[in-house]
RNA sequence: GCCAACGUAGCUCAACCGGCAGAGCGGCUCAUUCGUAAUGAGCAGGUUAUGGGUUCAAGUCCCAUCGUUGGCUCCA
């Protein structure tokens, strides 16, 4: 019985019932055959080596094809594998999970009470660098659900057992290689010596299936790729990475640091930082005037009865802090939304107030467990540019639509590319399904008119609510949650929030909930390791250093520092009795924007030496051409400066 | 919270098998007056995270606590 494929170009080549991807590519050349990683069948990943059946569209994956990390990584995965089995024993290591991953892969194991050591990763790489000379087949085969429960209990692996006794289909697929069995959904490369580039990574906990009530396996991760370039690439971002950290940067140009002792989880932010942190506050204040906010200011610490009323006490007392004084308790806010409630309950809100837009820098306060503190980015302490939208149903769709803009406008002076995701109900939902669903749609239409690319996340909704989430991309391609756009149902029930609809009828507003910032302590940590700590000028804390090159300078420099300062530059001066070159490289390593050197030519003819951090000299230049530019490079919030 | 590693001067890191806590940078003082990434000399700086234990002797070994770091479904 022969069997119709159709290749790529739209031929169609016969062949019989059972030919294997590897013996058409072969056909079609050696030097095809020996690139080609795995294959894609009827738009399945497929292995080279698995017999084709019946009619379908065949394209091969080579090396270069975005498919094909799938398959050596998922390989190198059971290369792991095995070689963690050789070096402990067969019987000791029980195998957890083993999946591919974003630039890698992972596998868990459970080798009783022993731990790998950072050491043991050098060994276990070794050993897989010796299963890869063996270059043993891979093989793929099938047996019924029964047998194999059997396989598996007889080699005494609990956790696949457990897996395979949840499988929806009546069959479980294995991939075999040499010695080394394990149950997988594949597809994999077809033998061991196909895979070449790898590193291990590092090792730490896991629990069994992330649930903290399973036993915690050990994780071990590592990084592949089909190049050597590339896994060096790799490595050397992971490496600029460590660079570029915030936690590491902060500190080291003065802008914030961490009392681990007196206050875990909360950054304390020295004048420096304060100086940035405050420029994003003045931008995000600018924006949220011009497009229709009322700053509010609500307190840090508000009697329990309220966080009973507005349901945080049911869904998130776990994570807030709380006070007893005169026999009264006390939360401090883990969220501002309770406080704008207040602010709209205050007055009888008419249709024509509409849409109310509230808008605060809340400070919020959240208990995180310990283990999961991290930099800026996940504090138990942090500011919020939080604003809540009160409309009518009618206006819902266009005013998501005008956050949807305003969060395009906040992210335009930081260069970030970023994108969003679609949350929508979850199984917990509060509220009658019609809301969710227009509340949903309203949602939809907005990201569709914004022509933003986006993913929907079905199911991840929060329980009063569905929401866009954006995630920042950095320049080292990491992403980053920091808008969130909610609609909540629930706060405007619990509030009994009311306006005047034009016949006179009290009717319930639509609430949308949103931060662009999201945290500012977050967004600052994320444009700390975006800029690498040299900010645009607009944000940078010192915007220029003028440097003395000798004693008798220095009345020019401050004479210089005065001017700058009435124009509204942040400046410092630099006569201490060091060497022009120590001044320029403290400087240069604190990544100030423009250094202005000033020595007997430019005291004489009224200048001053520009030179900028990326190591331009723009030699003498009169104070005023400096001075245009750079403050119209501030008011402009430009990425570049216009000198470069 | 759980697993692992770690915690020595402001920072980066030494201190062998348990035997006098040390260096560089930074800071301060003095000299030097310097033209685009480090001038030289000197001085100060420590209850080795905290608390307990073992020992003639603990930064080092043991226990506890606190903290930091990497991770804790990207679902065979």
Same mark, same amino acid.
């Given at each position: 019985?022969?069997?119709?494929v159709?290749?790529?170009?739209?031929s169609v080549?016969?062949h019989?019932?059972?030919?294997?991807p590897?013996d058409i590519?072969?056909?079609?050349?050696?030097?095809?055959?020996?690139?080609?990683?795995?294959a894609?069948?009827?738009?399945?990943?497929?292995?080279?080596?698995?017999?084709?059946?019946?009619n379908?569209?065949l394209?091969?994956?080579?090396?270069?094809?975005?498919?094909?990390p799938?398959?050596?990584?998922?390989?190198?995965s059971?290369?792991l594998?095995?070689?963690v089995?050789?070096?402990?024993g067969?019987?000791k290591?029980?195998?957890?999970?083993g999946?591919?991953?974003?630039?890698?892969?992972?596998?868990?194991?459970?080798?009783?009470?022993?731990?790998?050591?950072?050491?043991?990763l050098?060994?276990?790489e070794e050993?897989?660098?010796k299963?890869?000379?063996?270059?043993?087949?891979?093989?793929?085969?099938?047996?019924?659900?029964?047998?194999?429960?059997?396989?598996?209990k007889?080699?005494?692996e609990?956790?696949?057992?457990?897996?395979?006794?949840?499988?929806e289909?009546?069959?479980a697929t294995?991939?075999?290689?040499?010695d080394?069995?394990?149950?997988c959904?594949?597809?994999?490369?077809?033998s061991?010596?196909?895979?070449? +580039?790898?590193k291990?990574?590092?090792?730490?906990?896991?629990?069994?299936?992330?649930?903290?009530?399973?036993?915690?396996?050990?994780?071990?991760?590592?990084? /592949?790729?089909?190049k050597?370039?590339?896994?060096?690439e790799h490595?050397?971002?992971?490496?600029?990475?460590?660079?570029?950290?915030?936690?590491?940067?902060?500190?080291?140009?003065?802008?914030?640091?961490?009392?681990?002792? +007196?206050?875990p989880?909360?950054?304390?932010?020295?004048?420096?930082g304060?100086?940035?942190?405050?420029?994003?506050?003045r931008?995000?204040?600018?924006?949220?005037?011009?497009?229709?906010?009322?700053?509010?200011?609500?307190?840090l610490?508000m009697?329990e009865?309220?966080?009973h009323?507005?349901g945080?006490?049911?869904?998130y007392?776990e994570?807030m802090?709380?006070?007893?004084?005169?026999?009264q308790?006390?939360?401090?806010?883990?969220m501002?939304?309770?406080?704008?409630?207040l602010?709209?309950?205050a007055?009888t809100?008419?249709?024509?107030?509409?849409?109310?837009?509230?808008?605060?820098?809340?400070?919020?306060?959240r208990?995180?467990?310990?283990g999961?503190?991290?930099?800026?980015?996940?504090?138990?302490?942090?500011?919020?540019?939080?604003?809540?939208?009160?409309?009518?149903?009618?206006?819902?769709? /266009?005013?998501?639509?005008k956050?949807i803009?305003?969060?395009?406008?906040? +992210?335009?002076p930081?260069?970030?590319n970023?994108?969003?995701?679609?949350s929508?109900?979850p199984?917990n939902?509060?509220?009658?399904?019609?809301s969710?669903?227009?509340?949903?749609?309203a949602?939809?239409?907005?990201?569709?008119?914004?022509g933003?690319?986006?993913?929907?996340?079905?199911?991840?909704?929060?329980f009063?609510?569905?929401k866009?989430d954006?995630?920042?991309?950095?320049?080292?391609g990491?992403?980053?949650?920091?808008?969130?756009?909610?609609?909540?149902?629930l706060?405007?029930?619990?509030?009994?929030?009311?306006?005047i609809?034009?016949?006179?009828?009290?009717v319930?507003?639509?609430?949308?909930?949103?931060?662009?910032?999201g945290?500012?302590d977050?967004f600052?940590?994320i444009?700390v390791?975006?800029?690498?700590?040299?900010?645009?000028?607009?944000?940078?804390?010192?915007? /220029?250093?003028?440097?003395?090159?000798?004693d008798?300078?220095?009345?020019?420099?401050?004479?210089?520092?005065?001017?700058?300062?009435?124009?509204?530059?942040?400046?410092e001066?630099?006569?201490r009795?060091?060497?022009?070159n120590?001044?320029?490289?403290?400087?240069?390593?604190?990544k100030?924007? +423009?250094m202005?050197?000033?020595g007997?030519?430019?005291?004489s003819?009224?200048?001053i030496?520009?030179?900028?951090?990326?190591?331009?000299?723009?030699g003498s230049?009169?104070?005023?051409?400096?001075l245009?530019?750079?403050?119209?490079?501030?008011?402009?919030?430009?990425?570049?400066?216009?000198?470069?």
């Amino acid at each position: 019985m022969g069997i119709k494929v159709q290749l790529p170009d739209n031929s169609v080549v016969e062949h019989p019932a059972g030919i294997r991807p590897i013996d058409i590519a072969e056909e079609i050349s050696k030097a095809l055959a020996k690139r080609a990683i795995g294959a894609k069948v009827d738009g399945k990943l497929w292995d080279l080596t698995r017999p084709l059946d019946s009619n379908c569209e065949l394209r091969l994956i080579l090396e270069k094809d975005p498919e094909a990390p799938h398959f050596f990584r998922h390989t190198f995965s059971h290369i792991l594998a095995q070689a963690v089995k050789r070096l402990f024993g067969d019987s000791k290591v029980k195998l957890g999970i083993g999946p591919v991953i974003e630039n890698g892969f992972y596998y868990d194991f459970d080798i009783g009470s022993t731990r790998f050591s950072e050491d043991d990763l050098a060994r276990i790489e070794e050993k897989m660098r010796k299963i890869i000379e063996e270059d043993l087949p891979v093989e793929r085969f099938e047996l019924p659900r029964e047998e194999a429960v059997e396989l598996m209990k007889e080699k005494g692996e609990d956790y696949k057992v457990e897996l395979i006794q949840e499988l929806e289909s009546d069959t479980a697929t294995f991939y075999k290689q040499g010695d080394f069995v394990d149950l997988c959904r594949g597809p994999h490369a077809s033998s061991t010596g196909a895979v070449k +580039y790898f590193k291990l990574i590092s090792v730490s906990g896991a629990y069994w299936r992330g649930d903290e009530r399973n036993a915690m396996l050990q994780r071990i991760y590592g990084t /592949a790729f089909s190049k050597k370039a590339e896994l060096e690439e790799h490595l050397k971002m992971i490496e600029e990475a460590k660079k570029r950290d915030h936690r590491k940067l902060g500190p080291q140009l003065g802008l914030f640091g961490f009392s681990s002792a +007196y206050a875990p989880g909360m950054a304390i932010y020295h004048p420096k930082g304060t100086v940035v942190l405050n420029e994003l506050m003045r931008f995000a204040r600018e924006l949220h005037q011009a497009h229709g906010y009322e700053e509010i200011d609500t307190p840090l610490v508000m009697n329990e009865a309220l966080w009973h009323k507005s349901g945080h006490w049911d869904h998130y007392r776990e994570n807030m802090y709380f006070i007893e004084k005169d026999e009264q308790k006390y939360a401090i806010k883990p969220m501002n939304c309770p406080g704008h409630m207040l602010v709209y309950k205050a007055d009888t809100v008419s249709y024509r107030d509409l849409p109310l837009k509230l808008f605060e820098f809340g400070r919020v306060h959240r208990y995180e467990r310990s283990g999961v503190l991290h930099g800026l980015f996940r504090v138990r302490g942090f500011i919020q540019d939080d604003a809540h939208v009160f409309c009518t149903r009618d206006q819902m769709e /266009a005013e998501i639509e005008k956050v949807i803009e305003f969060v395009s406008l906040t +992210y335009e002076p930081f260069g970030f590319n970023y994108r969003a995701e679609l949350s929508t109900r979850p199984e917990n939902f509060m509220g009658n399904i019609e809301s969710w669903e227009l509340a949903t749609q309203a949602l939809k239409n907005a990201l569709d008119s914004s022509g933003l690319e986006y993913r929907v996340n079905e199911g991840d909704g929060a329980f009063y609510g569905p929401k866009i989430d954006f995630h920042i991309k950095d320049s080292l391609g990491r992403e980053w949650q920091c808008a969130t756009i909610q609609l909540d149902f629930l706060m405007p029930v619990r509030f009994e929030l009311t306006y005047i609809d034009p016949d006179n009828r009290e009717v319930q507003p639509v609430m949308i909930h949103r931060a662009i910032y999201g945290s500012i302590d977050r967004f600052f940590g994320i444009i700390v390791e975006h800029f690498g700590g040299a900010f645009p000028t607009w944000l940078a804390p010192v915007q /220029a250093k003028i440097i003395a090159i000798a004693d008798r300078h220095a009345d020019y420099a401050w004479s210089v520092a005065s001017i700058l300062k009435k124009k509204g530059l942040r400046v410092e001066v630099d006569d201490r009795q060091r060497s022009t070159n120590y001044k320029i490289r403290e400087a240069q390593m604190n990544k100030i924007p +423009y250094m202005l050197i000033v020595g007997d030519m430019e005291q004489s003819s009224g200048t001053i030496a520009v030179r900028l951090r990326s190591e331009t000299d723009l030699g003498s230049t009169p104070l005023e051409e400096f001075l245009d530019n750079v403050l119209s490079e501030i008011r402009n919030r430009s990425l570049e400066s216009p000198f470069e």
